[in-house]
C-alpha cells in the first residue's frame, strides 16, 4: 500500500539511520564499559577532598542530539507522519489505517515529538518496518 507522504524518502532514510546510531551508542557504552567508567591515579591521591587524582573519560557522542535535532526540523505535518509509520511498524496500526494513525498522532501530540521518538528504544526498527509495511 503505497502512500503519499509530506516526507522525502532521503528524510526518512536518514532518521533511520541517525536512530540507530543512537541506538548503538547507547548499547556500546555499557558494553564495553567506558561509559562513566572513573580511573584513580593512585600516586597523586591525597587525604583531602580536591579531584587531583581524579580521571573522567568523556565520550562525545552527538548521535541522540542529531536525532533530536532532525525530529525538531521536522514540521506537524511530518512529525504526525513519521510518528504514524512507527506506529505502524509497532504493530499498533495496520497499512491501511495510515491515514487515522497520522490523525491520531497529530491528536495526541502534547509534548516533544523528539523527545517521544528518541526515547523509543526500536525507534529505528520500528520506523523500517513501518516503512516496508507501507511499501515505501
Given at each position: 500500500m503505497?502512500v503519499?507522504?509530506?516526507?522525502?524518502?532521503?528524510?526518512?532514510?536518514?532518521?533511520?539511520?541517525?536512530?540507530r546510531a543512537a541506538?548503538a551508542?547507547?548499547?556500546?557504552?555499557?558494553?564495553?564499559?567506558?561509559d562513566?567508567?572513573?580511573?584513580f591515579d593512585?600516586?597523586?591521591?591525597?587525604?583531602t577532598?580536591?579531584?587531583d587524582?581524579?580521571?573522567e573519560?568523556?565520550?562525545e557522542?552527538?548521535?541522540?542530539e542529531?536525532?533530536?535535532?532532525?525530529?525538531?526540523?521536522l514540521?506537524v505535518?511530518?512529525?504526525?507522519e513519521?510518528?504514524?509509520?512507527?506506529?505502524?511498524g509497532r504493530g499498533?496500526f495496520?497499512?491501511?489505517?495510515?491515514p487515522?494513525a497520522?490523525?491520531d498522532?497529530r491528536e495526541?501530540a502534547?509534548?516533544?515529538?523528539?523527545?517521544y521518538l528518541?526515547g523509543?528504544p526500536l525507534?529505528a526498527?520500528?520506523?523500517?518496518?513501518?516503512?516496508?509495511?507501507?511499501e515505501l
Open positions: 503505497a503519499d507522504l509530506s516526507l522525502t524518502p532521503e528524510t526518512l532514510r536518514m532518521l533511520v539511520q541517525k536512530g541506538a551508542t547507547l548499547e556500546d557504552g555499557f558494553e564495553d564499559g567506558r562513566r567508567e572513573v580511573e593512585t600516586d597523586t591521591l591525597q587525604d577532598h580536591a579531584h587524582g581524579l580521571a573519560e568523556e565520550t557522542d552527538l548521535s541522540s542529531e536525532l533530536i535535532e532532525l525530529i525538531n526540523d514540521n505535518d511530518e512529525a504526525a513519521v510518528v504514524a509509520i512507527v506506529w505502524i499498533d495496520d497499512a491501511a489505517d495510515f487515522q497520522v490523525e498522532a495526541r502534547v509534548g516533544s515529538t523528539a523527545k528518541a523509543m525507534f526498527d520500528h520506523l523500517e518496518a513501518g516503512l516496508d509495511a507501507l
